[in-house]
């Protein structure tokens, strides 16, 4: 029997192999949001933990009916937030300094099926990007948990997801579209609904805040047929309309909204670092974390049906 060549023997031998050879190739390869995150994520200092911890305050606007837990949700497979450690961060000193709700975290895509995630009251999307997910059936169990009666609280980022899944999309309330008011100027808010129970963070006061603010697509902007604002950009201030010239007179920042039997909150608030120790939007993130998890209740009545709402504005004064 004449002798094979060697690289005859080596083709030979992986055709022998092959099924076993590319199933442990696909098993091995890393998964790339690993580097990435690894890339843009940075230890927060002593110092920043403790100046979150600060921002978290001591009383609840609600008492919890029964024990909560929440799903803190952070993988991104568009751009990356910096400041997701420290929404993070801030979300788990919530949980553990109030007391409202335990959290888990994750950035990997099986937790979303149905087994799991009856084990939460809510989930929290922390500046996740382009979320796609793997599965049919992992988008259902996501829409499944918020429209039967569960809670989805949304932070910053959490409006540029699901362009290819528009049902989940259009339960946020709408998707970014650019940010004219960058992270590096300080903007005017007004309140929409200085009264409502989700605003009493701001003591009925319009204010002036450092973070990026996003505009969304109208084409997916559900709009306030749909929501209830709290929170908008004041844009009788210079400062902020002439950030664009041919664009939305209104610029929703926070609302939230029902969506079946579920609750929703979203705020625009969280681009930044140090937003997430800033006592005063802190708080209003906890009250609309309780809000969705059931436990705070709130109007959420679309705006476009409520009479006689008078906005407070911002100072003139930054």
Known sequence: MPSLSRSRFVLILIAALAPWTVQSVFAQQPDPWEQKKAERFKPLTENEKHQIAAAVPSDLAAKPSSKRRVLVFYRCEGFIHTSIPHGNECVR?????????EADFADTYDVFRAENLAKY??????NTTHMQFPEPSMRDAFMDFIIGGKGLIGLH?????????PE????VGGTFAGHPWG???????KLDDPGHVLNAAFDGSGFWHTDEIYQYNPKSYVGTGVLRLLVSLDMSKEAVSSRINDGPREVPVSW????????????????????FANPMI??????????ALGDLPADATPTDKIENLQPAWAPAVR
């Open 93 to 101: 000193m919530m949980a553990e300094k109030s007391k409202a709700f």
């Open 121 to 126: 009251d809510a989930i929290l999307l922390n």
């Open 157 to 165: 980022a959490a409006s540029d997801n699901f362009n290819r899944h």
């Open 168 to 171: 989940c999309l259009a339960i």
């Open 183 to 189: 992270a590096g100027g300080k903007w005017a808010f």
């Open 256 to 275: 939230i909204r029902s969506a079946g039997e579920g609750r929703v909150f979203y705020t625009n608030f969280g681009h930044r670092e140090d937003t």
């Open 282 to 291: 802190v708080k209003h993130m906890l009250d609309g974390i309780q809000y």
